[in-house]
């Protein structure tokens, strides 16, 4: 069983940084992808940030300049530093695995921006 869990939302600052983590219980290097994806109230679920198994990462122009992604292969986790946050980057982010055996999500973390 594949499960993806997310951590290290909360409330921040305009401005402020926060850094998310995302642990699987396989290998990240089980997955060819894995990404953050984010859900707005009343908006689609869009993407944030992927990685490849190669390292070859991919942002959304929203976020170029202040997320980079990364993963652990030993620790099984994929983290987005995130920087100078806005309150248009208020939204549930979910981490999410792409293997060859279809798409596993987490089950999101909040991350709410406001002074």
């Known amino acids: 069983q594949v499960q993806l869990v997310e951590s290290g939302g909360g409330l921040v600052q305009p401005g402020g940084s926060l850094r998310l983590s995302c642990a699987s219980s396989?290998?990240?290097?089980?997955?060819?992808?894995m990404g953050w994806y984010r859900q707005a109230p009343g908006k689609q679920r869009d993407m944030v940030a992927t990685?490849?198994?190669?390292?070859?990462?991919t942002y959304a122009d929203s976020v170029k300049g202040r997320f980079t992604i990364s993963r652990d292969g030993a620790q099984n986790t994929v983290y987005p530093e995130v920087n100078s946050l806005n309150r248009g980057d208020t939204a549930v982010y979910y981490c999410?695995?792409?293997?060859?055996?279809?798409?596993?999500w987490g089950q999101g973390t909040q991350v709410t921006v406001s002074s």
């Open positions: 990685i490849t198994s190669r390292g070859i990462t």
């Open positions: 396989r290998s990240s290097d089980y997955f060819y992808t």
């Open positions: 999410k695995g792409l293997t060859a055996f279809g798409a596993y």
